[in-house]
T-cell receptor, first 113, second 115 residues
């Protein structure tokens, strides 16, 4: 089946630094989604991307849908302590059902004050 | 507050016992999903339902069953729990009537430990 490679697996940064994480796949996706999971909670949608080349921002977060449809990145600018959590990318392939959503393994972000 | 409610929040279960994880959504989403989350493996789809009355198998369906008698409820049953089913289970829903690429909304999870 389709697989997503998400990197890095973990990051330890200082407050105020910028962060970048990405996902790549050997398969083409029609939709890329980025989620954040806080401890003890379910993932929450941050950004959704629907077109190749699309660049979308949500506050300090910026994500892009790669031109090849096989990759996406998420940037966080001027990180703050509440950015701590696990960030997941997810891709939806050619199948028409949401059941074909594939998740990356996640990036654990730690922000030191 | 609209969203997804999962119960119980956590459970310790003896191997061989039967267990049903409950999931209810009040957003009238047509599609619902069950995922398990394990360290280093991300989220893996167990079963899904595109609409009330239908279900389908995901990536890791063995040992689990689901039913979708109505739009709001999507229970997940472990008929005879085994230790490898120790995990955090997330229920999710999406409104695919707005498009097949509608994002998923997640519950807060059920932490299950099988001893």
């Amino acid at each position: 089946g389709q697989q997503l490679n998400q990197s890095p697996q973990s990051m330890f940064i200082q407050e105020g630094e910028d962060v970048s994480m990405n996902c790549t796949s050997s398969s083409i996706f029609n939709t890329w989604l980025w989620y954040k999971q806080d401890p003890g909670e379910g993932p929450v949608l941050l950004i959704a991307l629907y077109k190749a080349g699309e660049l979308t921002s949500n506050g300090r977060l910026t994500a892009q849908f790669g031109i090849t449809r096989k990759d996406s990145f998420l940037n966080i600018s001027a990180s703050i302590p509440s950015d701590v959590g696990i960030y997941f990318c997810a891709g939806l392939g050619r199948e028409t059902s949401g059941s074909r959503l594939t998740f990356g393994e996640g990036t654990q972000l730690t922000v030191n004050p | 507050i609209a969203g997804i409610t999962q119960a119980p929040t956590s459970q310790i279960l003896a191997a061989g016992r039967r267990m049903t994880l409950r999931c209810t959504q009040d957003m009238r989403h047509n599609a619902m999903y069950w995922y398990r989350q394990d360290l280093g493996l991300g989220l893996r789809l167990i079963h899904y339902s595109n609409t009330a009355g239908t279900t389908g198998k995901g990536e890791v369906p063995d040992g689990y069953s689901v039913s979708r008698a109505n739009t709001d409820d999507f229970p997940l049953t472990l008929a005879s729990a085994v230790p490898s089913q120790t995990s955090v289970y997330f229920c999710a829903s999406s409104d695919t009537s707005k498009g097949s690429n509608s994002p998923l909304h997640f519950g807060n999870g059920t932490r299950l430990t099988v001893t």
